[in-house]
T-cell receptor, first 108, second 114 residues
Framework: DAKTTQPPSMDCAEGRAANLPCNHS???????VYWYRQIHSQGPQYIIH???NNETNEMASLIITEDRKSSTLILPHATLRDTAVYYC?????????FGAGTTVTVRA | DAGVIQSPRHEVTEMGQEVTLRCKPI?????LFWYRQTMMRGLELLIY????????DSGMPEDRFSAKMPNASFSTLKIQPSEPRDSAVYFC????????????FGPGTRLTVT
């Protein structure tokens, strides 16, 4: 399985964009990049996913490099409610393998 | 839709007792997953079902753990006998397509075994 590397933590100011990096240098050509987040004491929540094109939805944008070895999740206008652990996952078949993720703290 | 429903939300039991966790997936979803989350090991997949049939139980820690899905709207995860090291948050998730990583998680059951 392709593994991912994320910074353990980062801070962000409320109202600013939060850019969350992820390295997945061993990703295979048919593997998708998925992002989830887990707000304290809740179940993980799906955010967005992509294969090689950049993607955007109502929650976030996903930028995947051309060589697919890394990606960035962008929360365009972070709010206090975006404080959570964010997981970058390379989806292999049915399995979501959650690593340690990045703990994002949005500060007022 | 109410989303994935899990019960109970909290369970405290003594070592050696049987524990049964319950899950109702989102209607129409044909894949159901059981995960366990601990501080030490993070979030781990235990088992998943497709159309009520267990497909992969390689993540089930040992024979004390068993899972069933008698119909499309109900699944159980049973631990018998329970041990203190089973203390964790257990999540159930469902999805509508096997190749989709878009899984919807329930609120979890926090299990404490004393």
């Amino acid at each position: 399985d392709a593994k991912t590397t994320q910074p353990p933590s980062m801070d962000c100011a409320e109202g600013r964009a939060a850019n969350l990096p992820c390295n997945h240098s061993t990703i295979s050509g048919n593997e998708y990049v998925y992002w989830y987040r887990q707000i304290h004491s809740q179940g993980p929540q799906y955010i967005i996913h992509g294969l090689k094109n950049n993607e955007t939805n109502e929650m976030a944008s996903l930028i995947i490099t051309e060589d697919r070895k890394s990606s960035t999740l962008i929360l365009p206008h972070a709010t206090l409610r975006d404080t959570a652990v964010y997981y970058c996952i390379v989806f292999n078949d049915y399995k979501l393998s959650f690593g340690a993720g990045t703990t994002v703290t949005v500060r007022a | 839709d109410a989303g994935v429903i899990q019960s109970p939300r909290h369970e405290v039991t003594e070592m050696g007792q049987e524990v049964t966790l319950r899950c109702k997936p989102i209607s129409g979803h044909d894949y159901l997953f059981w995960y366990r989350q601990t501080m030490m090991r993070g979030l781990e997949l235990l088992i998943y079902f497709n159309n009520n049939v267990p497909i992969d139980d390689s993540g089930m820690p040992e024979d004390r753990f068993s899972a069933k899905m008698p119909n499309a709207s109900f699944s159980t995860l049973k631990i018998q006998p329970s041990e203190p090291r089973d203390s964790a948050v257990y999540f159930c998730a469902s999805s509508s397509r096997r190749t989709s990583g878009e899984q919807y998680f329930g609120p979890g059951t926090r299990l404490t075994v004393t």
